[in-house]
């Protein structure tokens, strides 16, 4: 009796979603987040915090860690300036619709396209760089482009921030939570989708071949300065795309917003949710943002016994969140998507798991 999948061609082995079962599951999900906003106010009311508001901060913060994470995950270069980045879409895409009055449909590329020519000017040293080396590099980009998001006032309105007007298509505003989850959703769909896809193209496998030993993949002809330069560009685009979506979204851009704390929890994002797997920047950005709703709420129900318990909550928020990164290094370094990877293949051929 056949077991498993089995496959005849390569074609169908290469297959992003090789059953009808993993298919429907897709559909499913899909459907679920298109209905997400009808039901919204009655999650928000239960738990006393705005659903739409968080679904697209997380949403926004997937399409920044999917950069990071073809950055760092396959490639293996990290950035400590990703925060940064994502300040450079928000003020270029502020600057375009606010002042120069260009639609946000060419502002919002145009926002990708300029923070990925500054990735790609800050990644030069990764010929020479790597490791830890590699990360002071980029975090002097984090201080200086947060120096001069701060200090250009003529530019970014320094302190006081930039106010950037509705993003609109032609005459339909997305003037409201509502209307923007549906904007962001759709983005974050083609940037997932964009992203697994290009693990499985010629400059994909390059990135892994470099993550894994650079010096076999430079011996065997690939272009080491290339496609380091070109994951940073990449990296970028996805960071300033992010970047555009949140000063769209805010309305009001700061540097306050772009701070080395953003990049900490950009790198956090891939580490907790998965180096290297495309589901890791979905599960990292959503258990980054949904932790300090978690820690709200026995805070909440602590205050009236504990009225000192919501200071006591700020000043140990950063704490607690350097403990999570720390066990999971230690007792999951894979990340939530190697943990899901695991039960699920546990339970494929259940009972006859082994």
């Known amino acids: ?25 897709l ?34 913060y997937i399409i920044g860690a999917h950069g990071l994470n073809i950055l760092t995950g396959f490639t293996g270069q990290i950035s400590l300036g990703h925060g940064a980045f994502m300040g450079v879409g928000a003020y270029t895409a502020g600057i375009l619709a606010a002042r120069l009055h260009v639609p946000f449909f060419v502002a919002l ?42 200090n250009w006032t003529s530019l970014t309105g320094g302190s006081a921030g930039l106010n950037v007007p509705y993003a609109a298509i032609g005459s339909f505003e997305f003037n409201t939570d509502e209307r923007f989850y549906y904007l962001v959703l759709v983005l974050v ?3 997932t989708a964009f992203t697994k896809n290009l693990t499985r193209t010629r400059p994909g496998r ?11 993949a430079e011996v065997i002809g690939v272009n080491l300065f290339k496609y380091r330069i070109m994951s940073f560009g990449i990296s970028s685009f996805y960071v300033g795309i992010a970047g555009g979506l949140w000063g769209y979204y805010i309305t009001i851009i700061s540097d306050e917003h772009f701070t080395i704390w953003l990049s900490v929890q950009f ?5 907790i949710g998965g180096l290297g797997h495309v589901l890791g920047a979905i599960y990292g950005a959503i258990f980054m943002v ?15 016994t504990f009225p ?26 894979d990340g939530l998507a190697a943990r899901w990877h695991t039960i699920r293949n546990y339970w494929k051929l259940w009972p006859f798991s082994y």
């Not at 009796?1 to 599951?25: A, N, Q």
């Not at 906003?37 to 738990?47: D, E, H, N």
């Not at 390059?206 to 076999?216: S, T």
């Open 1 to 25: 009796m056949p077991c498993g999948l089995f496959h005849s061609s390569y074609r169908k082995d290469d297959e992003i979603f090789k059953t009808w079962w993993v298919r429907g599951w």
């Open 27 to 60: 559909i499913g999900l899909l459907a679920f987040l298109v209905a997400l906003p009808t039901f919204a106010p009655g999650i928000s009311q239960i738990l006393n915090t705005n659903v739409t508001n968080l679904c697209i901060i997380i949403m926004i």
């Open 109 to 150: 590329p145009a926002a990708g396209l300029m923070t990925a020519a500054v990735g790609m000017v800050f990644g030069i040293p990764s010929l020479r760089l790597k490791g830890l080396y590699l990360a002071i590099a980029t975090m002097a980009a984090q201080f200086i482009l947060d120096y001069a998001m701060r």
């Open 189 to 191: 769909v083609l940037a």
């Open 206 to 216: 390059a990135f892994v071949a470099i993550r894994d030993r650079y010096l076999a």
């Open 267 to 271: 790198l956090a994002m891939v580490i």
């Open 290 to 304: 949904l932790l300090p709703e978690l820690l709200r709420i026995p805070s909440e129900a602590l205050s009236g």
């Open 308 to 333: 000192q318990m919501f200071v006591i909550f700020g000043t140990l928020q950063e704490g607690v969140f350097g403990l999570i990164i720390i066990l999971f290094l230690i007792f999951e370094p």
